[in-house]
Nanobody, 131 residues
Framework: EVQLVESGGGLVQAGESLRLSCAAS????????IGWFRQAPGKEREGISC????????FYTHSAKGRFTISADYGENTVYLQMTSLEPEDTSVYYC????????????????????????WGQGTQVTVSS
């Protein structure tokens, strides 16, 4: 069974950092593009970043604002999102997601923003940033 489990969310003050984890099971993340998304109340889900071992690339959308870093431990089958200088506007439920990447060289920043491409999703982890 394919499963993605996020963890690491919580309540922090503005300016602090958090590292989110996305533990995958039932498949090897090396053959998939893994993305991080977030959704605030009343807003659409938006892409933050995605990573591809096949392409050896990682991309960030404007939502990452140069403060977030995606990484992967393929031995642990886990993807991380390091978030720094957090702002109240970052308050959201954060999700990781995956889709199987069958062709090399096709991942772009637009991939990271397209929720329809990702067919496996975690349950989300809440991040709340107080001012």
């Amino acid at each position: 069974e394919v499963q993605l489990v996020e963890s690491g969310g919580g309540l922090v003050q503005a300016g602090e950092s958090l590292r989110l984890s996305c533990a995958a099971s039932g498949f090897s993340i090396g053959g998939y593009t893994i993305g991080w998304f977030r959704q605030a109340p009343g807003k659409e889900r938006e892409g933050i970043s995605c990573i591809s071992k096949i392409d050896g690339t990682a991309f960030y959308t404007h939502s990452a604002k140069g403060r977030f870093t995606i990484s992967a431990d393929y031995g642990e089958n886990t993807v991380y999102l390091q978030m720094t200088s957090l702002e109240p506007e970052d308050t959201s439920v954060y999700y990781c997601a995956a889709f199987r990447q069958r062709i090399a060289g096709v991942i772009t920043v637009h991939t990271c923003a397209d929720v329809t491409l990702f067919n496996y999703w975690g349950q989300g982890t809440q991040v709340t940033v107080s001012s």
